[in-house]
């Protein structure tokens, strides 16, 4: 009897403790959110957007050059990660033999891993120094290596998760296979297969240690991709460890709207998906 | 959207075969202009290039790593001296502040992350177990370096005024937690990092649980065990291999990761057996110094570190997959 | 051709989802507001030690000529030396003079133009400490040596005999990146100190004996900011700028200075002359009655052959702008300006840039 209870409570206790941990794990991101918004809130106004960054220790100014550059970057990024993602998965999941397959996922998955200061490297001895230029160009090509493995990976999933009738049945009505992918595979996957393309964008949108050395920094605007470029992440790096009330100030503003990207790419992304499997449950 | 215009140009049906040419090529022109072919090998190239960048980065560090290499030999992983004025590069304080930090992350994370993914497997109603976890999912793509906006203004100073002074005054007499209080140092980079794989360990460990056959914990229930030893007993000891699978996903991201742990470890190449103190990690060095470091030799330790981490990662990620496989048993194409 | 419209919608909403990318913030990729058509955008990367004043006319400049933007990332001279070699910017910045075998190691020739003069002093943060101490050599390379750890070690104390000093332990703050301010710092501390020369010598990375790092001007000053019974260096105008109370430090003739714009001219008075020969001299530990002993000129480092000539007459027509109107803002951001001798010196070197 003396035990059973014991066990009852050992049950109680532990099984409290896990929803502590997981309460405790939620919490952290309302936290997160609700220090960004206290601090970040109040300094968030339209010179922040509109504006250039002052010279040093001079109060005011904005990011408005580090807000276009980090699209700009998400653009290069763009460019040159989803097609190779979006092609590769195709193949993976449509073309794929034994052998091949096998290794293009293994090197994806590696490329996945690589600690993103080590793409800033890459980057860096690949595109700054034979170019002689820190540009938006080098920085978004390291974005873009980054963003390959993702978009491959979930290209491949949803593509596999279209019912082989389907491409059966194109088949069956006289196309060839790549009819049969390019207008029907792909189109009923596509919905998966955008949403995977806006994470991963929005994955990618928030690293910083990969433009380091690569979109460096500006303190003006920056023309075309062959200039050295400001851009969000690294701004909030630098203003964070400055030792100016202002530049803190900017930099909590920065996390703010960087996060509220983030965010609502992720929860907008979700959304599609949910809405796409309840449909197809219903 | 380069691949694509291709498939455009290609619908065209019945593209003229140029005369003259041999029979053969004619067929497989024909089988061309059918288009299998070509998108096949469209497909195709673009997987190679993946291939390609992938072996272009091996083969960058590698050559760029030449110079440590002839120099300090294997040394150059055990010398804790790092000397820019006099030209020594050893690894080893770097080495030690990645994996420390590392370890105090894993130390807070897995049995949080463990505890939490128990609870939204196995207690939580699906509908609120799958609220938390998107939320959790989000927390996993917050971006780094809004953990360092934390971290050095929320975290470091909490740090410093109650932890650091609570865990001296109970568990001082450890050598883990003496000497100065910094605030910044191995405690709160292992910190932040714990705040950052959590999500990691809990979404892989949770589906890894839910793939436990409903059967094992039914027996086991049947049998009288509490839910709490149904799970632990049996669901756990069941998904073993699949959570530690994902233990090693966190670690490689721990391992690898930057900014956030630059922010708040302290940047000194110490080794200390203190929390307390100020560290360095791989990934800190090379962000900070590598951008500046004046002489080949001291540009190309610092890639020597990047390939370091590189393999470090490469080794753990392949791991964690083969873990992760081996209980979900998904068949080897997701592979 | 049912397919190829399928696909062509699938492309044009993958392309859709492109564009998506780029809308992600708030302010849509609008173009950049319409620059002057000879826009030209100038690269630099360099010392944080000048950071202020460079900024400043960095910015100065750009509105007497709008087409001219001269980009400045503050990264440390470790990294402008480097980055200029690398040729990835245009010209760089450095408190640290480059020495004869360095400059070999350039592919090409590079001047060096004094800007500024600027000062180096302890900062630190004790709490209920509000007086200025005052540091002899000796106490300073003791505590950046590890050997002095209490704040109320007599060599700290000794000099300051009304302050009541704390026994909390002394957290030693450098800078993590290559840097002309820990070039400056550790050039001063071998010339008073034998041990720190043998055993760390100067640079601008060395091997601390103690400490943690902190990222640039600003990140030592934000450092010692946050953290209490802290000591860092830092240039001048950090100290003032952020409050951090800074401390005097006893010259070569034995008296305690105080940084200022004074005792750093009077630091630099003596060089002129030393300055027709070479302009890269050291100036720490200076002779004088009232010179402050850890001051230092900081440098431009520009190519002297620049290929694209508009980026040519825009950095000579600066460097000009910088040695007359520039000048006059220095003092603005306690900065020492250039003594005259040294100005015309300069004025005839512009002349070697083509």
């Known amino acids: ?101 096998f290794l293009v996922r293994y090197t994806a998955d590696l490329l ?8 800033g490297i890459f980057a860096y001895t690949v595109v700054v120094l034979p170019m002689h230029h820190f540009s938006a160009l080098a920085g978004g090509l390291a974005l873009g290596a980054m963003l390959i493995p993702i978009v491959l990976r979930s290209t491949e999933e949803f593509l596999r998760a279209v019912p082989q009738t389907l491409r059966e049945g194109a088949l069956a009505l006289g196309a060839n296979k790549w009819q049969a992918i390019s207008s029907v595979v792909v189109p009923a996957a596509f919905r998966g297969i955008a949403t995977g393309m806006l994470l991963s964008l929005a994955r990618v949108a928030g690293e910083t240690a990969p433009l380091l050395f690569t979109s460096f920094g500006n303190s003006f605007w920056s023309s075309g991709f062959n200039e050295p470029t400001a851009s969000l992440p690294v701004v909030i790096y630098t203003y964070a460890l400055s030792a100016y009330d202002d530049w803190h100030r900017q930099a909590w503003a920065a996390g703010l709207v960087l996060l509220a990207v983030v965010l609502a790419a992720n929860i907008g992304a979700r959304m599609i998906l949910s809405r796409k499997m309840s449909s197809a449950r219903g | 959207m380069a691949g694509s215009t291709l498939f455009l140009d290609n619908a065209r049906p019945g593209r003229p075969t140029p005369p003259g040419a041999a029979g053969r090529v004619r067929s497989w022109m024909r089988r061309l202009a059918s288009g299998d072919e070509i998108a096949h090998l469209i497909t195709l190239i673009f997987a190679a290039g993946i291939f390609l960048v992938t072996l272009l980065l091996v083969y960058e560090l590698y050559r760029n790593s030449v110079l440590p290499r002839h120099k300090f030999g294997w040394a150059f992983f ?66 780094s370096v809004i953990f360092g906006l934390i971290g050095i203004f929320i975290l470091v100073p909490f740090v410093r005024s109650s932890v650091e002074p609570f865990l001296k005054s109970s568990l001082g007499f450890l050598p883990l937690f003496q000497g100065p209080m910094y605030g910044v140092g191995f405690l709160a980079a292992g910190l932040v990092l714990a705040i950052m794989i959590v999500p990691f360990i809990l979404s892989v460990s949770r589906e890894v649980l839910l793939a436990v056959p409903v059967e094992q914990r039914e027996a086991a229930l049947a049998l009288g065990a509490t839910r709490w030893e149904a799970t632990w007993k049996v669901v756990v000891p069941y998904a073993r291999t699949g959570i530690l699978g994902s233990v090693f996903l966190a670690l490689a991201r721990a391992l690898g990761e930057t900014m956030a742990v630059t922010m708040v470890i302290g940047n000194d190449p110490k080794i200390s057996s203190s929390l307390f103190a100020p560290g360095y990690s791989i990934a800190a060095v090379i962000a900070n110094e590598f951008a500046e470091a004046p002489g080949a030799l001291y540009r190309q330790s610092l890639i020597e570190m990047g390939l370091v981490l590189f393999i470090l990662t490469f080794i753990l990620n392949g791991l964690a997959r083969l873990l992760i496989l081996a209980t979900t048993g998904r068949g080897t194409e997701h592979a | 051709m049912k397919t190829l419209t399928a696909s062509v919608r699938g492309l044009a909403a993958i392309a859709a989802m492109v564009l998506l990318g780029l809308c992600f913030s708030p302010q849509p990729s609008s173009p950049a507001p319409a620059a002057p058509a000879n826009r030209l955008q100038i690269n630099a990367a360099g010392a944080t030690f000048p950071y202020p004043i460079y900024s400043k006319w960095f910015d100065e400049y750009h509105k007497v000529h709008p087409n001219i933007e001269i980009n400045y990332q503050s990264i440390g001279s470790g990294g402008g030396i480097q980055q200029l070699k690398a040729g990835t910017v245009d010209f760089g910045a450095s408190d640290m003079p480059l020495n004869d075998e360095m400059l070999s190691q350039f592919a090409f020739k590079l001047i060096h133009f004094p800007t500024v003069l600027g000062a180096v002093m302890p900062t630190y943060n004790i709490p209920g400490v509000i007086q200025e101490l005052k540091f002899t050599p000796q106490a300073l390379a003791g505590i950046y040596l590890g050997k002095i750890t209490k704040w109320n070690d007599p060599a700290i104390t000794g000099p300051n005999p009304s302050v009541n000093l704390p026994g909390n332990d002394i957290m030693v703050v450098h800078r993590s990146d290559g840097s002309g301010t820990t070039f400056v710092w550790t050039d001063y501390l071998s ?142 951001l306690d900065y020492g300006r250039l003594p005259k001798p040294v100005v015309t010196i300069e004025m005839k070197a512009i002349s070697q840039i083509d």
């Open chain 3, 191 to 332: 010339k008073v100190s034998p041990d720190w020369k043998r055993t760390v010598g100067s640079n601008t990375s060395v091997r601390w004996p103690v400490g943690l790092g902190g990222k640039g001007n600003e990140g030592v000053s934000g450092i010692v900011k946050e953290i209490p019974n802290s000591i860092g260096y830092v240039e001048l105008i950090y100290a003032v700028q952020n409050h951090l109370p800074y401390g005097e430090v006893q010259n070569s003739s034995g008296r305690f200075i105080k940084a200022s714009l004074a005792t750093v001219t009077a630091a630099a008075a003596g060089a002129a002359t030393e300055m027709q020969h070479d302009v890269r001299i050291s100036i720490t530990n200076a002779r004088g009655q009232d010179a402050y002993p850890i001051c230092s000129f900081t440098y431009l480092l520009i190519p002297t052959k620049i290929s694209d000539p508009a980026k040519r007459q825009a950095i000579t027509e600066f460097l000009h702008w910088m040695l007359a109107d520039g000048q006059n803002m220095v003092e603005a």
């Open chain 1, 1 to 101: 009897m003396n035990r059973r209870t014991w066990r009852k409570v050992v049950n109680g206790v532990m099984l409290g403790l896990t929803g502590l941990c997981a309460l405790a794990t939620v919490s952290v991101l309302f936290f997160i959110l609700g220090y960004l918004v206290y601090n970040g809130g109040r300094s968030l106004n339209w010179a922040f957007f509109t504006q250039l960054p002052k010279p040093v220790g001079e109060v005011g100014g904005g990011m408005a050059n580090a807000i276009v550059g980090s699209a700009k970057l998400l653009l290069v990024a763009s460019l040159a990660g989803i097609p190779m993602g979006f092609m590769g998965g195709v193949y993976l999941a449509e073309f794929g033999g034994r052998a091949f397959p």
């Open chain 2, 78 to 143: 055990v010398t804790s001296v790092w000397d820019p004025v006099f030209e020594n590069f050893g690894a080893l304080p770097y080495i030690y502040g990645t994996v420390v930090t590392s370890a105090v992350a894993l130390l807070i994370a897995v049995p949080l992350g463990v505890g939490a993914a128990i609870f939204l497997a196995e207690l939580a109603p699906p509908r609120i177990s799958d609220a938390l976890t998107f939320v959790i999912e989000l927390l996993a793509a917050v971006p």
């Open chain 1, 112 to 119: 996945n891993g690589v600690p993103s200061i080590v793409m």
